[in-house]
Each structure stands twice: as C-alpha cells, then as structure tokens.
C-alpha cells in the first residue's frame, strides 16, 4: 500500500531576480513559500527569471510511485504571463507545463513529474531540489509564487526485527 509524504523547500539554492513581498515579507525564497498563505510572505518577479531551493528528504522507502508538484502563482497586477515547475535532479530539470496566469488572482497549479523512463528512485528525490521558472509577466506584471512543494507517493520500506529478542525468545521457549 503506497503512501505519501508532503516534501517542503529547505534552503535557497539560487535565485535570479525574484525578490520578496507581503505584509511580513521574509528574507529567502524557501521561507517565503514554505507555508500556504498568499499575503504574509511572497516570492515576485518581474522578468524572466529562475529560482530553485532545497527539498526535504522523504521517509524510508522501498520505491517512488509519482512526485506531484505545487505552486500557488499569480500576476498580481495585471494577470497574463507564464510559469512553470521544476524538479532538479543531478543538473537535470524535470518541468512540469507552462502555465498561463489568467487573472490576478492566486491559482494551485499541480505537475506530475517523471524521468522520462525509469521509475524514481528514493535516492534520486532525497538529491532533489524544486523550483519555479518565470518567463516574460505582461507590461506592468509581476508573477508571485506564495507556496510550493513536492508530494511523492512511496512503497514503506519494511519494519525492522529485532533478531536479538527473537532468538531470546526462541531460546526460552527450547529451555522449557
């Protein structure tokens, strides 16, 4: 039975031209979309530009069933423009589609992203990093990303025995 684990960003691993808003802006990328809320903190751009940040690690895990990416995006001045998500893997990014900001409000915009081929492995998502590319916002734009994550649905890996108490335990059983 696979579960799943919400994976948060952890640290800012580059960042080109977004800056910080909202009533209680914070100082990195990763502390500006690590909580789901628009208006205290925000990441905004107003060209084309690229930040990625660190990824927590996921729980122990036999397999990686799918990586689900989310933003929270908008044009908060006059709507128009696109972003898109990243996973980042060993150089390599793994894009979700480019989305096209309507209007200025926030939209939740869910990615599922693959390797092309292969299945994920634990490994390859503990390595990860995410992240947002803006291109181009419309004339007097500016795109905002308030929240971002990853949640990778896995296969557990298998409890722990403890050989010890069970051969302790055999070996009362015999001694009777």
Known sequence: MALSAILLPTDDVSNTGWTFGG???EATVWESI????????????????TYVCGLQNMPAALSVVSVTLRMSVVDDLVGGGQVRQFLAIAGVKYYGAWYTLPDTSYHDVDDVV????????PAQINSAR?????????????????????????????PTVDV???????????KK
Not at 34 to 49: E, I, K, P, W
Not at 166 to 174: F, R, W
């Open 130 to 158: 995410i992240g947002v590319e803006s291109d181009t916002p419309a004339i007097g734009g500016r795109h905002a990303c308030s929240f971002q994550r990853a949640t990778v649905a896995y296969n557990p890996a298998p």
């Open 34 to 49: 690590n909580v789901d809320d628009t208006s205290t903190a925000y990441t905004v751009t107003t060209t084309a530009n």
């Open 164 to 174: 010890s108490r069970h051969l302790a335990s055999v070996d009362l059983l015999l």
């Open 23 to 25: 009533s209680a802006p």
């Open 114 to 121: 693959t390797t092309g081929g292969a299945a994920w492995t």
